[in-house]
């Protein structure tokens, strides 16, 4: 059974960071290219980053490139996202998934950055 948990999320001022962890289970984690999507209220669900299987390469959005790093550790199936110099905008419950995405999504962990 696949499962997907994110975690990490919280309330943040702008400018400062969170790290959100993604646990993997139930398929072959380091042979699928892994993921962080969001989803802002009345919004669509938008990929933010994706990473290779070994780590060697990494894509991001145009509007988290330079504050957002994806990384992953294979021998835990965990995806991380690292995300410093917050904004308002970055407000979304973010998710994780294959990319593309192949699995039910998990419930999702919210960032809310807010004075």
């Known amino acids: 059974q696949v499962q997907l948990v994110e975690s990490g999320g919280g309330l943040a001022q702008p400018g400062r960071s969170l790290r959100l962890s993604c646990a993997a289970s139930g398929f072959s984690f380091s042979t699928y290219v892994m993921s962080w999507y969001r989803q802002a209220p009345g919004k669509e669900r938008d990929l933010v980053a994706f990473?290779?299987?070994?780590?060697?390469?990494?894509s991001y959005t145009n509007s988290v490139k330079g504050r957002f790093t994806i990384s992953r550790d294979n021998a835990k199936n965990t995806v991380y996202l690292q995300m410093n110099s917050l904004k308002p905008e970055d407000t979304a419950v973010y998710y994780c998934?294959?990319?593309?995405?192949?699995?039910?999504w998990g419930q999702g962990t919210q960032v809310t950055v807010s004075t």
């Open positions: 998934n294959t990319y593309p995405h192949l699995m039910d």
């Open positions: 990473i290779s299987r070994t780590s060697g390469t990494a």
